[in-house]
């Protein structure tokens, strides 16, 4: 840790958190309101695949975390209330509409690829998805009914996030500490739209703020594809009009394709935006996984990121599919998140 930041990290414990500044969470109760995202598109211009670069970092595990005591990032309550009905829905402390995922079991990957038209660019990547392999989530948990928008992860920049080493892990504030200005411009910046464009780093301190985290990778395919183990969200065969995907020239508003709700009722977890979640990559791992709770090796180059983008094919749109090229660093405009809090 350099000088600077154990600096940094002894002035949040004597300080409240520049996080506390108009913090809408103190005085938050779980509530069952039901969010209606505007379903006005605002199209711009794309090209079927991302341009992307996968410069390889060393390996190293970003889970040593700054939060110190008084920090609003590390005191945010997450609520620990646990529905008896799948799918539940509450507003969390910050205002962001969830629902509720119960424990329980389901095939993870891809079993037979056989039928799958694989485009060339993701012939390795469907390996990775192999072997298929029951999974137990033994803790429900709530996740995000949408793609978190460009107006809550404002609130995240606006109330000092981006300068409050206690929002960030330590690998985290090491690559913010060396950025120039964050958030950095993407396509759109309609409150509703997804927020794109933000690293695995930015991700992980938004959640921290949030008072939770980024999804593991099993915790994510769960709730797009449950206990059925479908293929897309909302079933076993591709439909172009519950997602956007095909064609698409830029995001839609979250939650535009109702049709296309996961099990759970969790929306756009096929297109719109790639989501960080919190695993490493590796494509061995699947073959070595524990059963119950997995999440993902200890320690890698590159974070996984599920459920397609637009403008792209049905391919990535499955529930299965496992993005393979982007180390933590990476800002791209296809990439967004979600966040959990574990029941």
């Given at each position: 840790?350099?000088?600077?930041?154990?600096?940094?990290f002894?002035?949040?414990?004597?300080?409240?958190?520049?996080?506390?500044?108009?913090?809408?969470?103190?005085?938050?109760?779980?509530?069952?309101?039901?969010?209606?995202?505007?379903?006005?598109?605002?199209?711009?211009?794309?090209?079927?695949?991302?341009?992307?670069?996968?410069?390889?970092?060393?390996?190293?595990?970003?889970?040593?975390?700054?939060?110190?005591?008084?920090?609003?990032?590390?005191e945010?309550?997450?609520?620990?209330?646990?529905?008896?009905?799948?799918?539940?829905?509450?507003?969390?402390?910050?205002?962001?509409?969830?629902?509720?995922?119960?424990?329980?079991?389901?095939?993870?990957?891809?079993?037979?690829?056989?039928?799958?038209?694989?485009?060339?660019?993701?012939?390795?990547?469907v390996?990775?998805?192999?072997p298929?392999?029951?999974?137990?989530?033994?803790?429900?948990?709530?996740?995000?009914?949408?793609?978190?928008?460009?107006?809550?992860?404002?609130?995240?920049?606006?109330?000092?996030?981006y300068?409050?080493?206690?929002?960030?892990?330590?690998?985290?504030?090491?690559?913010?500490?060396?950025?120039?200005?964050?958030?950095?411009?993407?396509?759109?910046d309609?409150?509703?739209?997804?927020?794109?464009?933000?690293?695995?780093?930015?991700?992980?301190?938004?959640?921290?703020?949030?008072?939770?985290?980024?999804?593991?990778?099993?915790?994510?395919?769960?709730?797009?594809?449950g206990?059925?183990?479908?293929?897309?969200?909302?079933?076993?065969?591709?439909?172009?009009?519950?997602?956007?995907?095909?064609?698409?020239?830029?995001?839609t508003?979250?939650?535009?394709?109702?049709?296309?709700?996961?099990?759970?009722?969790?929306?756009?977890?096929?297109?719109?935006?790639?989501?960080?979640?919190?695993?490493?990559?590796?494509?061995?791992?699947?073959?070595?996984?524990?059963?119950?709770?997995?999440?993902?090796?200890?320690?890698?180059?590159?974070?996984?990121?599920?459920?397609?983008?637009?403008?792209?094919?049905?391919?990535?749109?499955?529930?299965?599919?496992?993005?393979?090229?982007?180390?933590?660093?990476?800002?791209?405009?296809?990439?967004?998140?979600?966040?959990?809090?574990?029941?």
């Open positions: 840790m350099t000088g600077r930041v154990l600096a940094m002894l002035a949040v414990g004597m300080i409240a958190s520049s996080c506390a500044t108009g913090s809408v969470g103190d005085t938050a109760e779980t509530t069952t309101t039901t969010v209606s995202p505007s379903t006005t598109p605002a199209p711009v211009p794309t090209t079927l695949l991302r341009e992307t670069t996968t410069t390889e970092e060393p390996a190293s595990s970003t889970t040593t975390s700054l939060v110190a005591v008084g920090s609003v990032c590390g945010v309550d997450a609520g620990a209330d646990q529905p008896t009905e799948t799918g539940s829905e509450r507003i969390d402390a910050r205002g962001v509409a969830q629902v509720w995922v119960p424990e329980g079991s389901f095939t993870m990957g891809t079993e037979d690829p056989s039928n799958l038209e694989v485009p060339s660019f993701a012939i390795s990547e390996l990775g998805e192999q298929a392999h029951d999974v137990t989530i033994s803790v429900g948990f709530w996740i995000d009914k949408f793609e978190v928008t460009n107006e809550s992860f404002g609130s995240f920049s606006e109330m000092g996030g300068d409050d080493p206690a929002c960030w892990s330590e690998k985290g504030w090491e690559w913010r500490e060396k950025q120039r200005a964050l958030p950095v411009d993407c396509e759109t309609d409150p509703d739209h997804p927020r794109a464009c933000v690293s695995w780093f930015e991700a992980e301190a938004y959640a921290t703020w949030r008072g939770g985290e980024l999804p593991s990778e099993a915790q994510w395919e769960y709730a797009a594809r206990p059925d183990s479908l293929i897309y969200p909302w079933g076993d065969e591709w439909d172009p009009a519950l997602a956007n995907v095909v064609d698409a020239t830029g995001t508003p979250v939650g535009s394709f109702p049709a296309g709700a996961s099990w759970v009722g969790a929306l756009d977890m096929s297109g719109n935006v790639m989501e960080w979640v919190a695993d490493w990559l590796s494509f061995s791992y699947y073959a070595e996984s524990p059963e119950v709770d997995p999440e993902g090796p200890d320690v890698g180059s590159i974070k996984v990121e599920k459920g397609g983008w637009w403008g792209s094919l049905p391919y990535v749109a499955r529930a299965a599919y496992r993005h393979f090229e982007d180390p933590p660093r990476y800002q791209d405009k296809h990439i967004g998140l979600r966040v959990v809090h574990s029941g």
